[in-house]
């Protein structure tokens, strides 16, 4: 399936604000863990998992800076195609000698 740079780009804006959304529960949810009276070891268990997940974000985030990158590549790929197509060749005159 073909999308457009515009609908590419919508995604990026999606996925950007569902990290922004991830990175508020992440730091919510650690905050809890602090405040919480649970055990040490306990404690400890969740903040691993909490930073397993985070660092599954953290890659998640690289793939879409790089999926930007393609983006803003594509872009100027299509500028320059738009500049090439509106090139247009002008008329040459040829200068005919009879003899």
């Known amino acids: 399936m073909a999308k457009t740079i515009e609908e590419l780009e919508n995604d990026l804006d999606v996925m950007n604000e569902m990290f922004r959304k991830y990175v508020k529960l992440s730091l919510n949810y650690q905050q809890q863990i602090n405040n919480a009276d649970i055990p040490e070891k306990q ?4 903040m691993e998992k ?19 990158k393609t983006i803003e590549a594509l872009k100027n ?6 500049e090439v197509a ?9 200068l005919v000698a009879y003899n």
Not at 43 to 46: E, G, N
Not at 50 to 67: G, H, P, S
Not at 77 to 82: I, P, R, V, W
């Open 77 to 82: 790929s299509n500028d320059k195609l738009k």
């Open 43 to 46: 404690r400890k268990a969740l």
């Open 86 to 94: 509106s090139c247009k060749e002008e008329p040459v005159e040829y």
């Open 50 to 68: 909490l930073e397993v997940e985070n660092e599954k974000v953290r890659k998640a985030k690289e793939q879409m800076e790089k999926f930007e």
